[in-house]
């Protein structure tokens, strides 16, 4: 079994640039790098659309940031109800098997 290559994104952004400037033909890139067409498409598609995200004003990142931090506070919140529910849901049984030990039900 072949193992599978990895490429640095490094790598990556040079051949998506070479490709996209014209300075060689995809077929001449694939072929100096050893890789599938599908491949290029791939890496160029994902170069393209990530692309907007370098001209990303801070303001945008800064209120992505606080979205962010505010989802992982509910989440804490959230967890922190439900471990305490659980504790809840506990105490009940216990107290249930102990209040119908003294009845003589049990």
């Given at each position: 079994m072949t193992k599978r290559r990895k490429?640095?994104?490094?790598?990556?952004?040079?051949?998506?640039?070479e490709s996209l400037t014209g300075v060689k033909s995809q077929v001449e890139i694939c072929r100096?790098?050893?890789?599938?067409?599908?491949t290029l498409s791939r890496w160029k598609a994902e170069f393209l659309e990530r692309a907007p995200m370098?001209?990303?004003?801070?303001?945008?990142k800064d209120k992505d940031q606080e979205r962010i931090a505010e989802l992982e506070r509910m989440v804490g919140r959230l967890a922190c109800v439900g471990s305490r529910r659980?504790?809840?849901?506990?105490?009940?049984?216990i107290t249930s098997k102990d209040s119908r030990r003294a009845q003589g039900s049990f």
């Open positions: 490429f640095k994104p490094d790598l990556k952004a040079q051949v998506v640039l100096e790098h050893r890789l599938r067409p599908q370098v001209f990303e004003t801070k303001q945008n659980d504790d809840h849901e506990e105490n009940f049984r």
